[in-house]
């Protein structure tokens, strides 16, 4: 199959500077996260998932999620909920606070989200979905902002519904939709189903993103090919791995990938992404929602599982942070990583 050629992404009047993104992940993609993604290579990132109910506009949490001082723009703001009008305005309050582009969120898949019919939920029930996307579309229009969807390919395997989906999208006025090729009974298990998104893309004239385990660059190359797609998002591949963006992004300009980060290079990431989390959250939330990060960079790294487990006993964020610097200094003592060559990855016509 000949490779794709890509064309520069545009999200309404935002044209993006490539075409890998990150995709939002609750208690990941925060500012922190985002920032240090976009500066390795992302070229768009969207944040974790804003609540609709106004009564939780004023929580510690929401506030972190409406914080995007210093963030490059487009600033992208994922919104859920079940009501049209609350959707609506949450949109608007958000676009108040920074956003530049609002994301509804019909993917989430997780119990807490679809019990109160909201995310993946939402999918059993269009005529739902096409009075949120008129909603919210109505409002952000007159602002000059536009608005995207996440979605999945239906609720499970017997009822997918993403091409249907995909069509009142564009009837109400979407300027972008990104699929995960998965149904909300898959989760995150078995195989993303591309030749879905291969079909919602051919029957679409407003771009498609491609989202689904995409992780690595030849992964990445594979599916758009495959698909069509306009760009890729990238999500769990890039916990503890925020340079895959920069990788992926080469290897499609080029089909050359950058030498991997040294031992060296990984500590002062990681050192600068602790930096800005702590003083993001703060002394006692900072040192323990760091743990999952530190987690994900060290855990395939030679002694890492034993690292992990030192993190979970230390509880200030100066005694965190010399620890990683050091452990990682120890660790350049050792030979660098090596890459080997990525296998070229085709998936099947």
């Known amino acids: 199959m000949a490779t794709v050629k890509l064309q520069p992404m545009r999200i309404g009047q935002w044209s993006l500077t490539n075409n890998v993104f990150v995709a939002p992940m609750a208690g990941v993609t925060d500012r922190p996260f985002r920032q240090l993604c976009k500066r390795l290579g992302a070229g768009y990132a969207v944040s974790e998932m804003a609540a609709s109910n106004k009564k939780l506009w004023d929580s510690v ?37 920074g956003a530049r582009i609002i994301d509804i969120n019909m993917g989430c898949p997780v119990k807490k989200v679809c019990n109160v019919a909201s995310g993946s939920a939402l999918l059993r029930h269009e005529d ?19 608005v995207t969807l996440k979605t999945r390919t239906g609720w499970d395997r017997e009822s997918r519904n993403a091409l249907r989906v995909a069509r ?3 009837d109400a006025g979407i300027a972008a939709l990104t699929l995960h ?69 080469a290897f499609l300009q080029t ?29 006692f939330t900072g040192v323990r929602s760091a743990r999952k990060h530190i987690g994900w960079y060290v855990e395939s790294l030679p002694g890492g599982v034993e690292f992990c487990a030192s993190m979970n006993t230390m509880e200030s964020t100066v005694e965190q942070y010399h620890a990683v610097e050091q452990w990682f200094s120890q660790l350049a003592r050792q030979p660098d990583p090596i890459r080997q060559p990525p296998a070229v990855e085709t998936l099947a016509a």
């Open 181 to 249: 090729g998965r149904t909300r009974a898959d989760m995150y298990t078995g195989e993303a189903e591309y030749e879905t998104i291969r079909a919602v893309k051919a029957a679409l004239r407003i771009p498609v993103v491609a989202n689904g385990d995409i992780d690595s660059p030849a992964k990445a190359r594979a599916v758009l090919d495959y698909t069509g797609a306009d760009a890729i998002m990238i999500g769990r591949a890039a916990q503890g791995r925020p340079w895959i963006f920069r990788e992926v992004d």
């Open 128 to 146: 739902q979905i096409a009075r949120i996307l008129d909603a919210v579309v109505g409002a952000c229009t007159p602002l000059g902002v536009p």
């Open 255 to 283: 089909g050359i990938i950058p030498p991997p980060p040294s031992y060296v290079d990984m500590r002062d990431l990681l050192l600068e992404h602790l930096d800005d989390h702590y003083r993001f959250y703060g002394e």
């Open 61 to 97: 949490k929401t506030s972190r999620r409406l914080d995007h001082d210093g963030e490059i723009d487009p600033v992208s703001v994922q919104i859920a909920g079940a009501d049209p009008q609350m959707m609506a305005e949450a949109a608007v309050f958000n676009v108040s606070k």
């Open 168 to 170: 009142l999208a564009e």
